[in-house]
């Protein structure tokens, strides 16, 4: 009954489906400059929405129900981002725990991936048009009253066009066109633009102690031409209060190069060819099966849980039932809550932070004081973090064509067998590495997430993970595509070489002295000193 309900839940949306635009696949095989060039100008066209304000809002200085997850759902407030990609981030979770929990029946087939997809794609249009009305009607930029349906209208047709805008500029990288995902794209240049400006800053701010300098780094040479006490000077850049200090930027850097570590952990299971003997190969399952997709999911769950807690509140603040999913304080937001000299209108707004109900305790503890104080809220956390992490990893593997039976079928459609195995036990060995790569790695990803919260990182651990997951993937592209480049300028230096040694002089200087030219221009800047000295003996 489930997967006739599942069918046709997928049938039913399938006539809507048509109503969201699509990017078509690539006809042609896109180069990697080419590629290079449509990331670049997909990030362009996010970076300006980003800064172009909502026409028509009268205020933004109600509560942000969204602050404490902009860096990570790549918003920013005010502006065309406001609702960035978390519409179609928690579209993605909810139709993925549908799928998991087989109300969604999900078949093999390309055709029923794409169904999926494209209901996916509608679910997500439908939450941003959700979400712009809520916000409006809510008042978060003016009480509808007062700015008129007009405007009102016009606000959310803005956010729903941009939310279209996110969509498609994500589906341009999926499909081809640029390097890895839309969403990853943003995600990491929130997140790498706030730890930069978090160590470089040069906006200055009023402390107790005096004018001070936001950026860590620049904060402590400042520190040490103005203070006559060194020794003190030193001690306040690395443990000052409220603001970025060189303990978090360490701890940032250390986050990071722990979890660049563990990017190496793997299990490479040895795959032969069924078809030609002697070729053997191997499918190589990291620890890090599902990457940072258990992360992403969990904090689009936590997020819309924030915002729908704190509007609940903010209409029944002493409903017992309410203050249960989370209780509420606000506090003037600003950044570290000290007011800028520079900017004094940079603190208008409020910033509002969970002090009881579900919210709080699945809130990461402000600082080590905070664990000792409350170590309910430690423990709580932790278990929530690494429960759902290795929750949504597990899951994911069978709604995103990567469990082992879908293994087993790629590698049976490229004609490979597992040594030692036939075609019909392939599954059940894939099934004792696969599953548990994807349960532990997505423990694993929540218990570095909790360690950088803890220890102070910059962005939050969430953040930090999420950007050096999503660096590590277009580094590995990069690679991948390089060496794609490589490979086939090899080929053709090689074919060249031996047509030119067997053919006449009039031939060389006509047909393949332009070929070996194109060739070298092509291989040559991709290998290094001692390849391209054993290419060039070769060729002479």
């Keep these: 009954l489930i997967i006739a309900m599942g069918f046709k839940f997928l049938e039913f949306v399938k006539p809507f489906c048509g109503v969201i635009p699509e990017v078509s696949k690539p006809e042609r095989k896109i180069q990697f400059r080419e590629k290079m060039l449509w990331t670049a100008i997909t990030l362009f066209i996010f970076l300006v929405c980003c800064q172009i304000p909502l026409f028509g809002i009268m205020s933004s200085d109600s509560a942000d129900p969204f602050y404490w997850m902009r860096v990570i759902m790549a918003s920013n407030r005010g502006t065309l981002m406001e609702l960035g990609i978390g519409p179609i981030v928690t579209s993605s979770l909810i139709m993925q725990l549908l799928a998991g929990a087989k109300i969604i029946e999900v078949g093999d087939t390309p055709k029923d991936r794409a169904l999926f997809n494209g209901a996916q794609k509608l679910f ?12 409006v ?86 520190l040490l031409a103005t203070r006559s006490d060194k020794t003190r000077a030193l001690r306040e850049a690395f443990y000052r209060q409220n603001l970025p200090n060189l303990m978090n930027l360490m701890a940032t850097l250390f986050i990071f190069a722990v979890v660049i570590y563990f990017q190496g952990f793997r299990v490479d299971l040895p795959i032969k060819s069924a078809r030609y003997r002697g070729q053997y190969s191997s499918y190589p399952i990291k620890l890090f099966y599902t990457s940072n997709i258990p992360i992403i999911l969990q904090s689009a769950l936590v997020s819309n849980l924030y915002m729908i807690s704190q509007m609940l509140a903010s209409k029944f603040s002493g409903n017992f039932f309410i203050n249960l999913i989370g209780q509420w304080s606000f506090t003037v937001m600003q950044q570290f809550d000290i007011i800028t000299l520079d900017n004094p209108d940079a603190s208008s707004g409020y910033r509002s932070y969970p002090i009881g109900g579900l919210c709080y305790y699945l809130s990461p503890p402000e600082n080590l004081t905070h664990i000792l104080e409350d170590p309910i809220h430690c423990l709580v956390y932790i278990i929530f973090m690494l429960g759902s992490c290795a929750f949504f990893s597990k899951t994911w593997i069978d709604v995103s064509g990567s469990s082992a039976k879908d293994v087993a079928k790629q590698l049976k459609e490229q004609q490979m067998v597992m040594r ?19 349960a532990f790695g997505g423990l694993c990803i929540g218990a570095l997430s909790v360690m950088a919260d803890f220890i102070g990182a910059i962005g939050s651990g969430t953040g930090i993970l999420l950007a050096v997951t999503i660096i590590y993937q277009y580094f590995e592209v990069f690679v991948k595509e390089q060496q794609e480049m490589g490979g086939v300028a090899v080929f053709f230096l090689f074919i060249s070489i031996a047509m030119y040694r067997n053919s006449s002089n009039e031939t060389r200087n006509a047909i393949f002295w332009p070929l070996d030219k194109l060739t070298y221009s092509l291989l040559i800047p991709n290998l290094n000193r001692e390849f391209r000295a054993s290419f060039l003996t070769i060729g002479l």
């Design 124 to 135: 997500g249009m439908v939450i941003t048009m959700g979400q712009a009305i809520v916000y």
């Design 137 to 222: 009607m809510t008042g978060l930029y003016g009480e509808p009253s007062s700015i008129g349906a007009g405007i009102c209208l016009l606000i959310v047709v803005q956010l729903v066009v941009a939310g279209l805008i996110v969509l498609l500029l994500d589906e341009l990288l999926q499909k081809g066109y640029g390097l890895g995902s839309g969403i990853s794209l943003f995600i990491a240049t929130n997140i790498c633009e706030t730890i930069v400006w978090k160590a470089f800053s040069p906006a200055t701010v009023n402390t107790g102690r005096g004018t001070e300098f936001e950026g860590a780094v620049i904060a402590l040479f400042h």
């Design 420 to 438: 030692g195995h036939r075609e019909k036990s392939m599954i059940h060995e894939l099934n004792r590495y696969i599953p548990t790569a994807a």
